[in-house]
Each structure stands twice: as structure tokens, then as C-alpha cells.
């Protein structure tokens, strides 16, 4: 059975193991890469988001420009049935010429509209085209940026981890080593003060609540025959 001295030093390893698994927990939850890597998902979210768009108004322009050019074709084919008529000799009077020269040249100007309407889709198309792929090739170097990242970042914090898995089974050790009524106390203490054994440092002082011990509770500790409390915080005092 350890003796009390023996207890407080085991105890005090303990807290230190404590701390140090709080340190690692921070690091794993708060790991600068995983904050990284999220506006890496962020950045490709939107770039997918904006080529969806694009693609879609590209869909539509295209979809939209075959009609266009299927009026273009149909009109074409009407201006030359005109044509025919106009220059064939089938029309006879002046009035009947001029009723076709006007149905003619309402077709010329429609298609003429049409036209210009189809170059603009075409343009927009083509713009659109590049910008596509220029998103694409952005989407490839974020995922390429984005998978070197994550398995640096999964290799870091599986070193964590497995640091917080070493100090769980140094502590399991040590709970099994120190007496349960030691432990029970060092617990209670614990949810009103952070760091319940505090070690007494230099001119005999408190290292939790950095007050001065009276010279009876000092020479206490130092004989490590029972456990002592600081008279001012009342964690459990142990000698440095």
C-alpha cells in the first residue's frame, strides 16, 4: 500500500495528466487545418455551385439557340418561296408584288433579328464555355490542395489521438493506484477549483491561489505524513 507522500506524488501526476489531455483535446477540436480544410470544402462548394448555374444557363442558351436557328431555317426557306413568286412570273399585278416585297422584307428583318439574337447566345455561350472551365480546373486544384491537406491534417491529429489514448491508460493506472478516497476528494475540489493540488512553492507559498502558507501548514507538507490543506483556497498541498 503507498504511503501518503507516495499518494500526493501520484496524485499530482494524475493532475498533470489532466492537463495535458485538455491540451490535446483543444488541439484536436480546435486544429488550425481542420479550419483550413473547411474553407476548402467551402471554396469548391462554391465554385460547384456557380459551374451548376453556368451549366444550367448554358443548357438553356443552347436549347434556346436551336430554335432560333430552326425559325433562322424557316424563315430563309419563306424569303426564298418569295423569291420565287416575286421574280417567277406568277403574280400579275402591282398590288399583289408589293403585298409580297412586304411580307418579304418583314421576313428579312425578322430573320435579321434572329440573327443577331442567335450571335449574342453564341457569344454568351462561348464565354460561358470558358468560365466553366476555368471553374473546373479552380475545383481540381482545390481537391488536389484539399486531399494533400487532409492527409497531412489525419496523420497530425492521429498523433493526438494517440497521445490522448497513451495519457487515458497512464491514468486509468494511476486511478487504480491511488486510494478512491483520495480520488474522491481531488474530484469534489475540482468542480469549484481548476487544478486541485497545488504545489507549494518557493517563501512557502501556494502555487494554486499564490498566497503564503502559515509556518505550521508549510511544515506539514513538507513531512508528506497526511494530507494537508492550503488554508486560503483549500486544495491539496503537496511538497515541490
Not at 503507498?2 to 477540436?29: C, D, F, G, H, R
Not at 492527409?151 to 486509468?172: D, M, N, P, Y
Amino acid at each position: 500500500m503507498a504511503s501518503v507522500k507516495e499518494e500526493l506524488i501520484l496524485l499530482y501526476e494524475y493532475q498533470t495528466l489532466e492537463k495535458q489531455s485538455k491540451i490535446l483535446e483543444a488541439s484536436l477540436n480546435n486544429h488550425m487545418a481542420l479550419k483550413e480544410l473547411g474553407k476548402l470544402k467551402r471554396e469548391m462548394s462554391e465554385e460547384k455551385s456557380s459551374i451548376d448555374s453556368k451549366r444550367e444557363r448554358f443548357l438553356f442558351l443552347d436549347k434556346e439557340l436551336k430554335k432560333v436557328e430552326k425559325k433562322i431555317n424557316e424563315f430563309t426557306d419563306e424569303i426564298g418561296q418569295f423569291e420565287e413568286r416575286i421574280y417567277g412570273g406568277e403574280v400579275t399585278t402591282i398590288k399583289e408584288l408589293n403585298a409580297l416585297k412586304d411580307k418579304q422584307e418583314l421576313l428579312q428583318d425578322r430573320t435579321k433579328k434572329s440573327e443577331e439574337s442567335a450571335i449574342e447566345m453564341m457569344e454568351e455561350i462561348e464565354i460561358l464555355s470558358k468560365e466553366i472551365e476555368k471553374s473546373q480546373e479552380i475545383i481540381d486544384t482545390i481537391k488536389k490542395e484539399y486531399s494533400e491537406k487532409r492527409l497531412k491534417t489525419c496523420q497530425e491529429l492521429g498523433k493526438i489521438k494517440e497521445g490522448l489514448e497513451s495519457i487515458e491508460v497512464r491514468k486509468t493506472k494511476l486511478e487504480n493506484t491511488i486510494s478512491p478516497e483520495l480520488l474522491n476528494i481531488y474530484k469534489r475540489i475540482k468542480k469549484n477549483k481548476p487544478n486541485p493540488v497545488a504545489p507549494v512553492i518557493e517563501n512557502s507559498t501556494c502555487g494554486g491561489c499564490m498566497t503564503e502558507l502559515s509556518i505550521m501548514i508549510a511544515d506539514e507538507v513538507m513531512r508528506s505524513e497526511k494530507i494537508v490543506y492550503c488554508e486560503h483556497c483549500g486544495r491539496i498541498l503537496v511538497k515541490q
